[in-house]
Nanobody
Framework: QMQLVESGGGLVQAGGSLRLSCAAPGRTFSTYVMGWFRQAPGKEREFVAAISPSNRSTYYADSVKGRFAISRDNAKNTVYLRMNTLKADDTAVYYC?????????????????WGQGTQVTVSS
């Protein structure tokens, strides 16, 4: 079992920046693929970004590529999502997720553990 806790959400103006954090206490954090997903009201959950356990390879949805950056600090059992040049369309609840598999997936049902989410609201 893995308990994920997101933080760092809030209200920001369009064009601004925000950094989300996901704490994942546990002895095996470094073995998990970690991902970020988001869900806006009335819409389906969508993939945002993911990072591999060891080689730190990163993957991004086209909608955030070049603006968002995912990173992890295995010593702190924490994964981050830095969001720059935020747009109104980025408004959503952002979820941290962990996958015990060895291949990075973009589908939410491939992930084994989920946090409860943190709200990001972008105003313009």
């Amino acid at each position: 079992q893995m308990q994920l806790v997101e933080s760092g959400g809030g209200l920001v103006q369009a064009g601004g920046s925000l950094r989300l954090s996901c704490a994942a206490p546990g002895r095996t954090f470094s073995t998990y693929v970690m991902g970020w997903f988001r869900q806006a009201p009335g819409k389906e959950r969508e993939f945002v970004a993911a990072i591999s356990p060891s080689n730190r390879s990163t993957y991004y949805a086209d909608s955030v590529k070049g603006r968002f950056a995912i990173s992890r600090d295995n010593a702190k059992n924490t994964v981050y999502l830095r969001m720059n040049t935020l747009k109104a369309d980025d408004t959503a609840v952002y979820y941290c997720a962990a996958d015990q598999g060895f291949i990075v997936r973009t589908q939410g049902d491939a992930y084994d553990y989920w946090g409860q989410g943190t709200q990001v609201t972008v105003s313009s």
